[in-house]
């Protein structure tokens, strides 16, 4: 065990235990395979010696090594102590406390005299505000008068900075020597000699504060007191860590390293979970900046780690400079900057740095600290009537802690801003108002406002309770500055300590606001704010006195708690029976912890049995009390002792996988079973069991154990058979169990990505070494994998492992084809094609190791052979037969796939098959194709050759048209129309044979039959509803009725004319006319229009005398549905 300091990155320390071989002079660190780690070193304590063999005799003189290193010559690592402890005995773990080295954590107690006791009370103030929420409350009590002065340094000592005080030592920073001090805090009369200084450092207004490793300063100086004649200058300054124990040695040193070549730290630091936040600003003035109280440089949020001094994020910019002390809470920092118009306070994330909230209900906020109580958040503001040489006011509000918004404000006073350059305004921000950070204490907060009134207002409501004046010096000294209150009050014990500028500390009771003594008149003025520990006040004036006022008063501890080292029992040993000497009075409640310090067993008794528990580390707890200080209470010992344990893990089963498996690396998975202290499941481990064979058999053997004997790091475990035969393991691997809860009787190992090839345990083996004693692999020498092992230990150090499983690989996919059994219609050399539903398959498969399991028959289905589907399964063939029918959902396109599974668990590829054309493509058309036309009109043709146009379609593609002419006693010969057309539509007009045409009768009826095929071959031959066609030669005849009378007057003139055919129908009439003006001269002949059919072979004309008045002559034309027109041989003509 040890206890150090390291710096992460910076610093570090690696320990490393020494023994001396037999025969040897030397001390060597023990070998990895003996003490896990320690060929490298330990970096974190404990290390577990407990399992060293005693028994070779070389394990009794035992050294420690540490090596420490540091990237920075100037910083070290530290140690401050470390031992080796040992029990004489293995049937009992026992501390007798004549070290401290078997305890972890003490509370509270010391271990003095071979016993543990309660120490005597000692408080802290380790920060400005007390705590990380600046609540600034002492939890002891305070002078009732100024008039005990017990310390008064001379001046220098201290400074602006408020002192603090941790484990009886304060440290403070002096502002005329530039260095800290650590001096006694309980030291007393005018003289004190430091008990450490620190090295030079810069100006300090903030103050420090204490970790458990380290104090830490950041330096406040800036460009005002460096050169008042040039305020603007650049300002270089830091952060330090000085190791608490010495604070003469720096541990690090921050500097800021970002675009702004100017910053200033002029709050306190705050640390929380190793992370220290602090302010900045740019240190830098103008003139005009110092006479208005502005500033034109932008503030920032730092976070730096607390061991390295390394920044943990992008420093977090403010819009104004900001000189106040964060406060954090809840993972959250809040800090408030000086900004006039816009966001004051703002909540930023802990560990990221971004913002959560940011509040504009506030004005400026200065040098305070946010003070948190509960859900709020308490700060002062600045509000401005004039922003230059004019008044201001400071108000008192509350924020809520979760979103910022406004709970109250109330109004606390208001001062005249000061027109000079004041030594002070540097550090207390360029306002002058608001420096004093408030305190809660009792439901109420306490502030002290610029112009010197202390106020108490109500934490709920606002209202103020009561006012008192504290500072009474008028408008003068207020205007230059020296009536300001910048000191922070402290509460201890209901009264409310303040000290002024002037330098006079006043106590007030906090429930009335009236003075308890008669303040006290300091040398200085005070910057600085009190604190109060153990009774006794200490403050800083601003000469850098110290003051300390009062008797201490040290509050006696009435508890506290030690813990020990982590205990684990020897190997074959397991918990048995708790034991304990203490004294009589007093009050001990003794725990069992886990090794992450939480509790298994909770008021134990001395002499309880431990057998139950279910880990194999853990720690001793005690807490320890006393009702009253007479009483000491003291642990003189405490043991554990053990019993034997001796009951292996056993009963291994359920290997997964077994059998065949498909991957080169595999997940193994076995369970076991230890019936006593159950399984300790972090020492799940596997090995891959592998032989080396070759054809030369004697210098295989030779080769290999003269590598094993020079090499014996590169093996595991090696074995050989009553043969033979030599094993070889590879080096034990990580395991993981679960459950992961130590103590479980029952668990399941699993192995992952073991190699169980020989090429992939070849990527794992140590090939070059082999190629050196064996020759060539492949061809001297081949590595065969026998099975995997497995191994585990109980909780009691009791290791078993399992046989070698042997699980046979097999990595490569089996191969599957179809043949389609059922014969296509037709084949396109894409596709065959299919005018039935269901088509016979012929499934071949093929696997070379584990076997076929089954096979899966897939389809993908497309409209129209472009857009396809999914793959869609539609058979499962378990086991694997030779044929199986597809039976089509509907017409279309098909591609068909045989997926082969094998045993071990691949499979072919779909997809992949489709890339290489391994898959069947198919085409089903079930329906007839169809011709469109009226089966039951008759169809007229006149003596030409006709020329038709009829609609044909297929739903899939049309092959083939022919047709043939006939009637009941005669028939043509089949014509072809089209052929090969591959289209699912066809329309074009195609004509009938001439000789055939005129072959026929005319006035018959005639059949037109159409024979249609697509490629399913499916036919369709329009023999029950043929299309009627009839030849008519003969040419219709018109004849227009004369007229009643031959003059008409009005228009217009009704034209009458009847028509007829001998043998189709009249399909149409067409007026003609001719006009004369006088009877004589006459136009040629024009169409006036058809005819509107009447009935009765009648046609109707209303002539409305295109020409007007005058004379006209008519006649008509008619034609038939057979295409014959009327000829006329002289016109038949009608005046």
């Given at each position: 065990?040890?206890?150090?300091?390291?710096?992460?990155?910076?610093?570090?320390?690696?320990?490393?235990?020494?023994?001396?071989?037999?025969?040897?002079?030397?001390?060597?660190?023990?070998?990895?395979?003996?003490?896990?780690?320690?060929?490298?070193?330990?970096?974190?304590?404990?290390?577990?010696?407990?399992?060293?063999?005693?028994s070779?005799?070389?394990?009794?003189?035992?050294?420690?090594?540490?090596?420490?290193?540091?990237?920075?010559?100037?910083?070290?690592?530290?140690?401050?102590r470390?031992?080796?402890?040992?029990?004489?005995?293995?049937?009992?773990?026992?501390?007798?406390?004549?070290?401290?080295l078997?305890?972890?954590?003490?509370?509270?107690?010391?271990?003095?005299?071979?016993s543990?006791?309660?120490?005597?009370?000692?408080?802290?103030?380790?920060?400005?505000?007390?705590?990380?929420?600046?609540?600034?409350?002492?939890?002891?009590?305070?002078?009732?008068?100024?008039?005990?002065?017990?310390?008064?340094?001379?001046s220098?000592?201290g400074?602006?900075?408020?002192?603090i005080?941790v484990?009886?030592?304060?440290?403070?920073?002096?502002?005329?020597?530039?260095?800290?001090?650590a001096?006694?805090?309980?030291?007393?009369?005018?003289?004190?000699?430091?008990?450490?200084?620190?090295?030079?450092?810069?100006?300090?207004?903030?103050?420090?504060?204490?970790?458990?490793?380290?104090?830490?300063?950041?330096?406040?100086?800036?460009?005002?007191?460096?050169?008042?004649?040039?305020?603007?200058?650049?300002?270089?300054?830091?952060?330090?860590?000085?190791?608490?124990?010495?604070?003469?040695?720096?541990a690090?040193?921050?500097?800021?390293?970002?675009?702004?070549?100017?910053?200033?730290?002029?709050?306190?630091?705050?640390?929380?979970?190793?992370?220290?936040?602090?302010?900045?600003?740019?240190?830098?003035?103008?003139?005009?900046?110092?006479?208005?109280?502005?500033?034109?440089?932008?503030?920032?949020?730092?976070?730096?780690?607390?061991?390295t001094?390394?920044?943990?994020?992008?420093?977090?910019?403010?819009?104004?400079?900001?000189?106040?002390?964060?406060?954090?809470?809840?993972?959250?920092v809040?800090?408030?900057?000086?900004?006039?118009?816009?966001?004051?306070?703002?909540?930023?994330?802990?560990?990221?740095?971004?913002?959560?909230?940011?509040?504009?209900?506030?004005?400026?906020?200065?040098?305070?600290?946010?003070?948190?109580?509960?859900?709020?958040?308490?700060?002062?503001?600045?509000?401005?009537?004039?922003?230059?040489?004019?008044?201001?006011?400071?108000?008192?509000?509350?924020?809520?802690?979760?979103?910022?918004?406004?709970?109250?404000?109330?109004?606390?006073?208001?001062?005249?801003?000061?027109?000079?350059?004041?030594?002070?305004?540097?550090?207390?921000?360029?306002?002058?108002?608001?420096?004093?950070?408030?305190?809660?204490?009792?439901?109420?907060?306490?502030?002290?406002?610029?112009?010197?009134?202390?106020?108490?207002?109500?934490?709920?409501?606002?209202?103020?309770?009561?006012?008192?004046?504290?500072?009474?010096?008028?408008?003068?000294?207020?205007?230059?500055?020296?009536?300001?209150?910048y000191?922070?009050?402290?509460?201890?014990?209901?009264?409310?300590y303040?000290?002024?500028?002037?330098?006079?500390?006043?106590?007030?009771?906090?429930?009335?606001?009236?003075?308890?003594?008669?303040?006290?008149?300091?040398?200085?003025?005070?910057?600085?704010?009190?604190?109060?520990?153990?009774?006794?006040?200490?403050?800083?004036?601003?000469?850098?006195?110290?003051?300390?006022?009062?008797?201490q008063?040290?509050?006696?501890?009435?508890q506290?708690?030690?813990?020990?080292?982590?205990?684990?029992?020897?190997?074959?040993?397991?918990?048995?029976?708790?034991?304990?000497?203490?004294?009589?009075?007093?009050?001990?409640?003794?725990?069992?912890?886990?090794?992450?310090?939480?509790?298994?067993?909770?008021?134990?008794?001395?002499?309880?049995?431990?057998?139950?528990?279910?880990t194999?580390?853990?720690r001793?707890?005690?807490?320890i009390?006393?009702?009253?200080?007479?009483?000491?209470?003291?642990?003189?010992?405490?043991?554990?002792?053990?019993?034997?344990?001796t009951?292996?893990?056993?009963?291994?089963?359920?290997?997964?996988?077994?059998?065949?498996?498909?991957?080169?690396?595999?997940?193994c998975?076995?369970?076991?079973v230890?019936?006593?202290?159950?399984?300790?499941?972090?020492?799940?481990?596997?090995?891959?069991?592998?032989?080396?064979?070759?054809?030369?058999?004697?210098?295989?053997?030779?080769?290999i154990?003269?590598?094993?004997?020079?090499?014996?790091?590169?093996?595991?475990?090696?074995?050989?058979s009553?043969?033979?035969?030599?094993?070889?393991?590879?080096?034990?691997?990580?395991?993981?169990?679960?459950?992961?809860?130590?103590?479980?009787?029952?668990?399941?190992?699993?192995?992952?990505?073991?190699?169980?090839?020989?090429?992939?345990?070849?990527?794992?083996?140590?090939?070059q070494?082999?190629?050196k004693?064996?020759?060539?692999?492949?061809?001297?020498?081949?590595i065969?994998?026998?099975?995997?092992?497995?191994?585990?230990?109980?909780?009691?150090?009791?290791?078993?492992?399992?046989?070698?499983y042997?699980?046979?690989?097999?990595?490569?996919?089996?191969?599957?084809?179809?043949?389609?059994?059922?014969?296509?219609?037709?084949?396109?050399?894409?596709?065959?094609?299919?005018?039935?539903?269901?088509?016979?398959?012929?499934?071949?498969?093929?696997?070379?190791?584990?076997?076929?399991?089954?096979?899966?028959?897939?389809?993908?289905?497309?409209?129209?052979?472009?857009?396809?589907?999914?793959?869609?399964?539609?058979?499962?063939?378990?086991?694997?037969?030779?044929?199986?029918?597809?039976?089509?959902?509907?017409?279309?396109f098909?591609?068909?796939?045989s997926?082969?599974?094998?045993?071990?668990?691949n499979?072919?590829?779909p997809?992949?098959?489709?890339?290489?054309?391994?898959?069947s493509?198919?085409?089903?058309?079930?329906?007839?194709?169809?011709?469109?036309?009226?089966?039951?009109?008759?169809?007229?043709?006149?003596?030409?050759?006709?020329?038709?146009?009829?609609?044909?379609?297929?739903?899939?593609?049309?092959?083939?048209?022919?047709?043939?002419?006939?009637?009941?006693?005669?028939?043509?010969?089949?014509?072809?129309i089209?052929?090969?057309?591959?289209?699912?539509?066809?329309?074009?007009?195609?004509?009938?044979?001439?000789?055939t045409?005129?072959?026929?009768?005319p006035?018959?009826?005639?059949?037109?039959?159409?024979?249609?095929?697509?490629?399913?071959?499916?036919?369709?031959?329009?023999?029950?509803?043929?299309?009627?066609?009839?030849?008519?030669?003969?040419?219709?005849?018109?004849?227009?009725?004369?007229?009643?009378?031959?003059?008409?007057?009005?228009?217009?003139?009704?034209?009458?004319?009847t028509?007829?055919d001998?043998?189709?129908f009249?399909?149409?009439?067409?007026?003609?006319?001719?006009y004369?003006?006088d009877?004589?001269?006459?136009?040629?002949?024009?169409?006036?229009?058809?005819?509107?059919?009447?009935?009765?072979g009648?046609?109707?004309?209303?002539?409305?005398?295109?020409?007007?008045?005058?004379?006209?002559?008519?006649?008509?034309?008619?034609?038939?549905?057979?295409?014959?027109?009327?000829?006329?041989?002289?016109?038949?003509?009608?005046?």
């Amino acid at each position: 065990v040890w206890d150090d300091i390291v710096l992460p990155g910076k610093t570090s320390i690696k320990y490393q235990v020494l023994y001396r071989p037999k025969n040897k002079l030397v001390f060597m660190p023990i070998k990895d395979d003996i003490l896990p780690g320690n060929e490298k070193g330990f970096a974190k304590p404990p290390v577990d010696l407990s399992r060293l063999d005693l028994s070779t005799g070389e394990f009794y003189t035992l050294k420690l090594k540490a090596n420490l290193t540091t990237a920075d010559p100037s910083i070290t690592p530290k140690i401050k102590r470390w031992g080796i402890t040992w029990q004489k005995y293995d049937a009992y773990w026992l501390d007798n406390f004549s070290t401290d080295l078997r305890v972890d954590k003490l509370e509270n107690l010391e271990i003095e005299n071979n016993s543990v006791n309660i120490t005597l009370g000692r408080a802290n103030w380790p920060m400005f505000g007390l705590n990380l929420k600046n609540i600034r409350v002492s939890p002891s009590v305070g002078p009732k008068t100024f008039d005990e002065l017990r310390l008064k340094t001379p001046s220098g000592i201290g400074g602006y900075s408020s002192p603090i005080i941790v484990d009886g030592v304060m440290y403070v920073v002096s502002n005329k020597y530039n260095v800290l001090y650590a001096i006694p805090a309980n030291a007393t009369g005018k003289i004190v000699e430091p008990l450490q200084t620190s090295q030079k450092i810069d100006l300090v207004y903030g103050s420090p504060i204490a970790t458990d490793d380290f104090i830490i300063v950041a330096t406040s100086n800036s460009s005002v007191l460096k050169n008042l004649k040039s305020v603007s200058k650049d300002v270089k300054n830091k952060v330090y860590a000085f190791y608490r124990e010495n604070i003469s040695e720096k541990a690090w040193e921050y500097s800021y390293s970002g675009a702004e070549s100017s910053i200033c730290f002029s709050g306190s630091p705050v640390v929380h979970d190793g992370k220290i936040f602090l302010t900045a600003w740019s240190g830098k003035y103008k003139l005009a900046d110092i006479l208005s109280g502005l500033g034109e440089s932008k503030g920032k949020l730092i976070a730096i780690d607390e061991y390295t001094g390394k920044p943990l994020w992008t420093p977090f910019e403010l819009p104004a400079p900001s000189l106040c002390t964060p406060a954090v809470d809840s993972g959250m920092v809040f800090v408030g900057c000086e900004n006039i118009n816009g966001s004051s306070l703002f909540a930023i994330d802990e560990e990221s740095g971004k913002v959560i909230w940011e509040s504009n209900e506030l004005g400026p906020i200065g040098r305070i600290a946010p003070v948190i109580s509960d859900d709020k958040i308490i700060v002062t503001y600045a509000e401005f009537s004039a922003p230059v040489i004019g008044q201001a006011t400071t108000h008192l509000a509350a924020v809520y802690k979760d979103n910022g918004t406004l709970a109250w404000d109330v109004e606390i006073g208001n001062i005249t801003l000061s027109t000079k350059y004041p030594a002070d305004r540097p550090f207390l921000g360029h306002l002058e108002i608001g420096s004093s950070t408030p305190v809660v204490y009792d439901n109420k907060v306490f502030v002290a406002s610029p112009d010197g009134i202390i106020c108490s207002v109500n934490i709920t409501t606002g209202e103020i309770i009561w006012e008192y004046p504290v500072s009474r010096e008028g408008f003068l000294p207020q205007t230059l500055g020296a009536g300001v209150i910048y000191s922070s009050p402290v509460i201890a014990d209901n009264v409310l300590y303040i000290a002024t500028q002037l330098g006079i500390i006043y106590a007030l009771d906090v429930d009335t606001g009236i003075e308890i003594c008669e303040p006290f008149k300091a040398d200085a003025g005070f910057i600085s704010s009190p604190i109060v520990v153990d009774g006794i006040l200490y403050i800083c004036d601003n000469a850098g006195r110290i003051y300390a006022f009062g008797e201490q008063k040290i509050q006696y501890n009435m508890q506290g708690r030690i813990v020990s080292n982590i205990i684990k029992p020897p190997v074959g040993k397991w918990w048995h029976t708790f034991y304990a000497d203490s004294s009589i009075d007093g009050t001990f409640k003794y725990s069992i912890l886990d090794e992450n310090y939480n509790t298994l067993l909770y008021d134990i008794k001395n002499g309880d049995n431990l057998s139950s528990l279910r880990t194999n580390k853990i720690r001793l707890c005690a807490d320890i009390s006393r009702s009253d200080v007479s009483q000491n209470p003291t642990l003189n010992t405490w043991s554990i002792s053990f019993a034997d344990e001796t009951d292996l893990p056993r009963e291994w089963n359920n290997l997964t996988p077994q059998g065949y498996y498909n991957k080169e690396l595999v997940n193994c998975t076995i369970d076991v079973v230890d019936k006593t202290s159950g399984l300790d499941v972090s020492s799940a481990r596997y090995a891959v069991n592998y032989s080396i064979i070759g054809d030369d058999l004697v210098n295989l053997s030779i080769g290999i154990g003269t590598m094993i004997a020079e090499h014996p790091e590169k093996f595991g475990k090696i074995t050989s058979s009553i043969y033979g035969n030599i094993f070889l393991y590879t080096p034990w691997g990580k395991a993981v169990c679960i459950p992961t809860i130590n103590g479980t009787k029952t668990a399941t190992i699993i192995a992952y990505n073991v190699p169980l090839t020989s090429d992939s345990l070849r990527n794992i083996l140590p090939m070059q070494l082999f190629d050196k004693y064996l020759g060539e692999y492949g061809k001297d020498y081949t590595i065969v994998v026998n099975g995997v092992e497995f191994q585990i230990s109980d909780l009691a150090g009791n290791v078993n492992n399992s046989k070698t499983y042997p699980i046979k690989v097999d990595t490569k996919p089996p191969t599957s084809n179809i043949t389609l059994v059922s014969p296509p219609a037709f084949s396109d050399g894409t596709y065959k094609w299919y005018g039935i539903n269901n088509i016979l398959l012929n499934v071949t498969h093929r696997d070379d190791k584990s076997g076929v399991s089954m096979v899966l028959l897939y389809y993908k289905y497309s409209e129209n052979g472009v857009n396809w589907n999914n793959w869609t399964l539609f058979a499962n063939i378990t086991p694997p037969s030779g044929e199986t029918n597809f039976s089509a959902v509907k017409d279309g396109f098909y591609e068909i796939c045989s997926i082969a599974s094998d045993i071990a668990g691949n499979y072919e590829n779909p997809d992949k098959k489709e890339r290489t054309g391994n898959v069947s493509f198919i085409a089903v058309d079930t329906h007839k194709p169809m011709a469109h036309y009226n089966p039951e009109a008759d169809h007229w043709y006149n003596n030409s050759a006709p020329q038709i146009r009829i609609n044909f379609t297929d739903n899939m593609a049309l092959k083939s048209i022919e047709y043939q002419l006939s009637n009941t006693t005669w028939s043509s010969n089949w014509e072809t129309i089209a052929d090969d057309i591959d289209s699912r539509f066809y329309n074009k007009t195609f004509q009938i044979d001439n000789s055939t045409w005129q072959s026929i009768n005319p006035r018959l009826t005639y059949y037109l039959i159409f024979r249609i095929n697509d490629y399913g071959n499916r036919e369709n031959i329009t023999i029950e509803k043929p299309y009627k066609i009839v030849k008519d030669i003969d040419r219709p005849r018109s004849e227009i009725q004369a007229f009643n009378v031959k003059w008409h007057s009005s228009l217009p003139i009704k034209v009458t004319a009847t028509a007829g055919d001998g043998t189709s129908f009249v399909s149409k009439v067409t007026l003609y006319y001719s006009y004369s003006p006088d009877n004589k001269t006459w136009t040629s002949w024009k169409v006036y229009e058809e005819g509107k059919y009447i009935g009765n072979g009648t046609w109707e004309w209303e002539f409305d005398a295109p020409n007007g008045n005058g004379y006209y002559n008519f006649y008509t034309i008619a034609n038939d549905e057979a295409g014959n027109v009327e000829h006329k041989e002289g016109y038949e003509i009608v005046t």
